[in-house]
């Protein structure tokens, strides 16, 4: 269909690219957590999971050779990380019963609407699959048990399964889970999702908003050694020194930086309590600007590049609010976008799609544009899609006994 089948005024927005900058324009600014992400195009259909394999490294071969004799052959751990192909949009009408200064100007703020949709969308997909995983494992007790097994806490994720032989396994008798119960070792032999119920592997006693960690949980970083959310007090504010010991761990575990640096997402509350600490107003004396965050950052000092970024989640404590900024290293999260999902829907960059309008790509986002199809011919309608996944690979197979590692969560409030 030509781009002439649209107003004059809208495919004049069209053709010299206007309307694509104005959905561009409107989409980065969002794409903070995606900016993150490796990229791993796949094929496949809408539903289907794809399994893929990341491999481990060979123990260290320290012990001198019995002469004459050969080294016995070894093998390396695999661990796997799987995605689903699942597509995600909206849509709006644009009437173009008004006048045609009107009409231009409605239709590049609709367009410009869809955009920042379309940004904190797909922002918030892999978000939410980051912290997910790098929350994991790490919950408080909901009421206290005396002598018992059944244990109700906050969240069960990361107890429902684990990894044996490279896959993610269903918790169960046969395929406990370590865990630490009020400062005391046990096992989970089962989780109910549905009641947030863990069921221990031996009785044990604890008091309310005690603290559950498995034992292959990320660590959660907070002020004043809190031991979990619910232990989190006014007063427990972000520190420069909270951060540098994230930035330690990561280090200690080899994680890949970004040419140097981790990247630390903090909102604007994080960010004025930094800057009433002491030790970060020093270190930012000596900051460079970051090529990467350009003004959406504060620069680059203490081996972090400090990243605005007001999307990052809260939790609420009671009356608090717990702040959960992150520090993140290289391939934390991967992006699994639909290969050649543009030319599935037609022809990108302005060309005829067959049948169903203008179809451009625009940082992997399908923006779509529909000629009135109506019995009045007077909507025009305008879309967004995205097909793919985010995975978050674990790295179990070195470092830590942490699952993952190459990003932390900070809590304070």
């Not at 794409?31 to 990341?54: C, D, H, I, K, S």
């Not at 231009?104 to 995983?133: H, P």
């Not at 930012?284 to 965050?293: E, F, H, I, K, M």
């Not at 000629?371 to 978050?392: K, T």
Request: proline residues 5%; aromatic residues 8%.
């Amino acid at each position: 269909m030509s781009v002439n089948a649209f107003p004059a005024a809208i495919a004049a927005m069209i053709q010299n690219g206007i309307l694509d900058r104005t959905f561009q324009e409107a989409l980065l600014p969002n794409f903070l957590y995606r900016n993150l992400a490796t990229q791993r195009p796949f094929q496949g259909n809408l539903g289907e999971t794809v399994l893929f394999t990341r491999t481990g490294l060979l123990s260290t071969a320290e012990t001198p050779l019995t002469p004459g004799s050969d080294p016995t052959p070894q093998s390396y751990s695999i661990e796997q990380y799987a995605m689903t192909l699942n597509q995600y949009g909206n849509a709006m009408d644009t009437n173009m019963l008004t006048s045609k200064i009107g009409l231009s100007s409605k239709f590049l703020e609709d367009n410009m609407k869809l955009g920042i949709n379309a940004g904190q969308t797909v922002n918030r997909i892999c978000r939410n699959k980051l912290y997910g995983a790098y929350s994991s494992g790490n919950t408080y007790a909901v009421g206290a048990g005396s002598a018992i097994t059944a244990l109700v806490v906050n969240d069960v994720t990361g107890f429902t399964t684990q990894l044996v032989n490279g896959v993610q396994t269903a918790v169960g008798a046969g395929n406990p889970i370590p865990v630490v119960v009020s400062g005391n070792a046990n096992t989970v032999v089962a989780v109910n999702v549905g009641t947030k119920t863990l069921t221990l592997g031996t009785a044990a006693t604890w008091v309310d908003s005690d603290p559950v960690v498995a034992v292959n949980a990320p660590q959660i970083f907070r002020p004043n050694a809190r031991a979990d959310t619910k232990k989190l007090i006014a007063g427990d504010s972000a520190t420069l020194a909270i951060f540098l010991d994230a930035v330690a761990a990561l280090r200690q575990n080899n994680v890949p930086s970004f040419g140097g640096y981790y990247a630390a997402h903090i909102d604007a509350v994080t960010e004025r309590q930094l800057f009433a600490d002491a030790d970060f107003k020093q270190a930012l004396q000596g900051r460079q600007d970051s090529p990467v965050w350009g003004s959406l950052s504060i620069g680059r000092f203490a081996g972090i590049d400090w990243v605005r970024n007001t999307e990052a989640p809260t939790v609420a404590n009671g009356a608090l609010t717990v702040r959960r900024p992150m520090v993140v290293g290289a391939d934390a999260l991967i992006e699994g976008p639909l290969q050649g999902f543009g030319e599935l829907l037609g022809e990108a960059n302005f060309a005829e799609a067959r049948d169903s309008g203008i179809v451009s790509m625009v940082d992997g986002v399908a923006f779509i544009h529909r000629p009135p199809i109506d019995r009045l011919q007077q909507v025009i309608s305008s879309a967004w899609s995205w097909v793919g996944d985010y995975a978050v690979p674990t790295d179990a197979l070195t470092g830590a006994a942490a699952q993952y590692k190459r990003a932390a969560v900070i809590e304070h409030v």
